[in-house]
């Protein structure tokens, strides 16, 4: 049984940075972030192939946000940068056991089998 731990989300002010984690335990093609804030749908934000660490990220992240694996502790990370309000939400991260890719499918909820419990992501001033 695959299994996602997150750990990291905070409350930050406008500009501000956060890393968050995902723990990985077992088999994965695919792992990616995704957010949801109250009253919205789940977004993609990015996601990696674990194969070969190929990533892709939402327009609304690009140039703020990275992900990246450690393989050496089954990690992925998501750096954030230069946060914003809108950027406040419960951040899930998410396995995938059929190859994406880094494909924009990849972010898209769909396609992942496996979720972590989420971390909360506030920014406010």
């Known amino acids: 049984q695959l299994q996602l731990v997150e750990s990291g989300g905070d409350v930050v002010h406008p500009g501000g940075s956060l890393r968050l984690s995902c723990t990985v335990s077992?088999?994965?093609?695919?792992i990616s972030w995704f957010r949801q804030a109250p009253g919205k749908e789940r977004e993609g934000v990015s996601c990696?192939?674990?194969?070969?660490?190929?990533?892709n990220s939402a327009d609304s992240v690009k140039g703020r946000f990275s992900v990246w694996l450690d393989y050496t502790k089954n990690t992925v990370y998501l750096e954030m940068n230069s946060l914003q309000p809108e950027d406040t939400a419960v951040y899930f991260c998410?396995?995938?056991?059929?190859?994406?890719?880094?494909?924009?499918?990849?972010?898209?909820?769909?396609?992942?089998?496996?979720w972590g419990q989420g971390t909360q992501v506030t920014v406010s001033s």
């Open positions: 990696i192939s674990w194969s070969d660490g190929r990533t």
């Open positions: 998410a396995a995938a056991i059929h190859r994406l890719s880094a494909s924009p499918g990849c972010l898209k909820p769909i396609f992942y089998d496996y």
């Open positions: 077992g088999s994965a093609t695919d």
